[in-house]
């Protein structure tokens, strides 16, 4: 099976999920990508947590790219709570 590019596995074995912030925003944060854990270590079940994601920090990050808002990465996840 391949696996997609925005999951990658960490020494603790649990799957991690990374999507790259575009560069016009990457200038405000300082940060080109969003790393965050997806709490598991079956790849099927990190497949589907990342693609929820995926959609959600598209979706925000298209929203900020379009207010213009000055974007803080790390308060970043606690937006889609």
């Known amino acids: 099976m391949r696996i997609p590019n925005y999951l990658y596995l960490a020494p603790s074995r ?3 999920f990374r999507q790259r912030i575009p560069s016009d925003l990457a200038k405000q944060t300082g940060q ?3 790393k965050r854990s997806l709490g598991t270590r079956d790849i099927l ?3 589907c947590r990342a693609l ?30």
């Open 45 to 47: 079940t990190a497949q």
């Open 52 to 81: 929820s994601l995926a959609r959600q920090y598209a979706d925000l990050l298209e929203a900020i790219g379009k207010l213009d808002w000055k974007l803080d990465l790390k308060t970043l996840p606690g937006l889609l709570r």
């Open 14 to 16: 649990a799957w991690h």
């Open 32 to 34: 080109t990508a969003i």
